[in-house]
């Protein structure tokens, strides 16, 4: 009959049935006809969310085989069926985001229609009109009528501008040519992203059962733990306290700890920690996690850690930017957007470079909690601690080699603009906003006026980002809940660290929730001092911060440093 999806989820179900009767060889045999069949199906499906949203609904099949082939390697632990489920677990994650770097690297809009390309701005200005009209009409008086119909048509745009972009690939010259990565084996896996001196950690969360795989750069060693409910139920409690600097944060972390660190705590050796987490766990800082035998030391203390969607990325991430030229100039720093109308700046020129905000102000958070922009006008209270923070970076590096957008400059206009391509590291320092169902309006907060107190489109939205040129060593989004986004199964956190990734940084720092305003200029301070100073690389130079804050007994609590986190190549 041809029905390839049908004849997939025959064999699964067979699968299934058989492994229930304990014919595990069997069920075997047909679970990796029926994972070939959904490779195949899936490289069938149209390029960009339709595919994305195609491997979600088969991700079961993919928990399925995982299952079958670790009660193999407990039946016969040296056959090397823990390494098959491994690279099962490497198969199931990330692939749209292993295809969007492929086609970032190949150029795809390369040799296409200027006038698609022309279409796909045009609707991505409308996208961001539409957006920008709503939000100025939550500031009024608005009806819910008002409203319905904006985000109406903000979701029309947003599927025609997914539509557009599946056909600017398939009219591509280089999309056609172009060859998608496959999800690494184990072996190229030890060979290709780790070292001697780095522990990969991968975790698997499945409704029977969970698993780890701890990877070294010779040996590979599988770990069973709680189904993922029971995991939830432990992580939940423990990501909500460390959201609000809460003093059970220590006992809830622990227990946690037990789950995901105690099994392999005697292999960790002060080695660095490449994290792949699943679920939950990637709302998890691993580094604020205490050490099973030490309750009240962070992991932080004894490892560096960097996290990743999965394995396959850094090596891909390594062989795409191997030979890339480094950027001319060292950091573009934009903080302090003007975000109100009573904002004190669009009435007067008086610069506060030497007035920083009183130390009564600790309160201040960075950001509004998950800003949708929906029924309610957000609370955008300007960052003032953002100005000091941006102030002290730039001094740290020689003025023709830097710049430092404040006030009205910290625009939308200045972060799309070509120049910025010139700069090695980009630091945001304002308000992020991540929406939890369209990751499109997901983006970062910069001024929304401009010098003469007109409103202006501040907002620079993910499809904004996917759009820019920024081959950078560093993106620091110092910003809340920036590591967040739509979590969709088989890809995870669907968000902006992959719209920056796209558009060419090496490696992005992303945070957990809304944190601290002060607390966070205190931290970036220090993280660039030891780039700077003591010339170390993002990821040690991010570890020494946070462990500085954690010794500085008025930052010790993980709510301060805890958020930050490395994505991308620690190299």
């Not at 292993?98 to 150029?107: K, P, S």
């Not at 992580?235 to 809460?246: C, F, H, S, V």
């Not at 993106?475 to 809940?481: E, T």
Request: net charge negative; hydrophobic share 40%; aromatic share 6%.
């Amino acid at each position: 009959m041809e029905d390839r999806g049908g004849e997939a989820n025959t064999l699964t179900n067979m699968a299934s049935l058989q492994r229930s009767q304990g014919e595990l060889t069997e069920a075997l045999v047909n679970m990796e006809k029926a994972i070939n069949l959904t490779e195949e199906l899936r490289s069938l499906a149209p390029p960009g969310e339709l595919r994305q949203t195609f491997f979600s609904t088969v991700q079961d099949r993919y928990q399925l085989y995982i299952e079958l082939l670790m009660e193999l390697h407990q039946q016969n632990p040296q056959k090397g069926y823990d390494a098959l489920a491994f690279h099962a677990s490497e198969r199931s994650r990330a692939r749209s985001l292993l295809e969007l770097l492929a086609e970032a690297g190949a150029n795809i809009r390369e040799g296409v229609d200027p006038q698609l390309l022309q279409q796909e701005q045009s609707l991505i200005q409308q996208h961001n009109a539409i957006e920008h009209q709503r939000h100025e009409l939550t500031r009024g008086q608005f009806t819910q009528a008002q409203i319905d119909a904006l985000t109406t048509q903000s979701q029309s745009l947003i599927n025609q501008l997914n539509q557009l972009q599946t056909q600017i690939r398939v009219v591509s010259p280089n999309y056609a040519n172009l060859q998608y990565p496959q999800p690494l084996n184990l072996e190229q896996v030890q060979q290709q992203v780790l070292d001697d001196d780095t522990l990969l950690l991968q975790y698997y969360l499945g409704e029977e059962r969970s698993f780890l795989w701890a990877v070294t750069k010779d040996s590979i060693t599988s770990y069973i733990l709680p189904n993922s409910t029971e995991i939830e139920a432990v992580a939940t409690p423990y990501r909500e306290a460390i959201n609000l600097d809460n003093t059970t944060t220590v006992a809830q972390g622990l227990a946690l700890s037990e789950i995901l660190i105690a099994p392999v705590v005697n292999q960790l050796n002060n080695q660095r920690l490449l994290i792949v987490a699943d679920g939950i766990l990637q709302f998890i800082p691993f580094a604020a996690l205490p050490i099973p035998s030490q309750p009240d030391t962070p992991l932080l203390v004894e490892h560096e850690i960097v996290t990743a969607s999965s394995a396959t990325l850094i090596a891909n991430q390594r062989e795409q930017l191997a030979n890339r030229p480094t950027a001319a100039k060292a950091v573009a720093v934009i903080a302090d957007p003007i975000f109100e109308s009573n904002d004190p700046r669009l009435n007067s020129q008086i610069s506060s470079e030497n007035h920083p905000p009183s130390l009564d102000n600790l309160a201040l958070a960075r950001a509004t909690r998950s800003l949708g922009l929906g029924d309610t006008a957000p609370q955008l209270n300007r960052l003032e601690y953002s100005r000091l923070e941006a102030q002290n970076i730039a001094q740290l590096f020689p003025e023709n080699e830097r710049i430092k957008a404040l006030d009205f400059e910290a625009s939308r206009y200045l972060a799309t603009h070509p120049n910025l391509s010139q700069y090695q590291i980009i630091h945001f320092a304002t308000h992020g906003l991540i929406h939890p169902v369209n990751p499109e309006l997901s983006g970062l907060v910069l001024s929304l006026f401009n010098p003469q107190g007109e409103s202006d489109n501040g907002f620079l939205r993910l499809n904004d980002i996917f759009n820019l040129n920024l081959p950078a060593e560093l993106v620091v989004l110092s910003a809340c809940q920036t590591g967040l986004g739509r979590e969709v199964r088989g890809e995870g956190l669907v968000g902006l660290t992959r719209g920056f990734m796209y558009a060419g940084a090496r490696r992005v720092v992303v945070s957990l929730w809304n944190v601290n305003d002060l607390a966070t200029s205190q931290l970036m301070t220090r993280f660039y001092q030891q780039m700077l100073n003591e010339n170390q690389p993002p990821i040690i130079a991010l570890r020494q911060a946070q462990l500085e804050m954690w010794n500085s007994g008025q930052w010790q609590s993980p709510y301060y440093w805890g958020a930050f986190t490395i994505q991308g190549d620690w190299r």
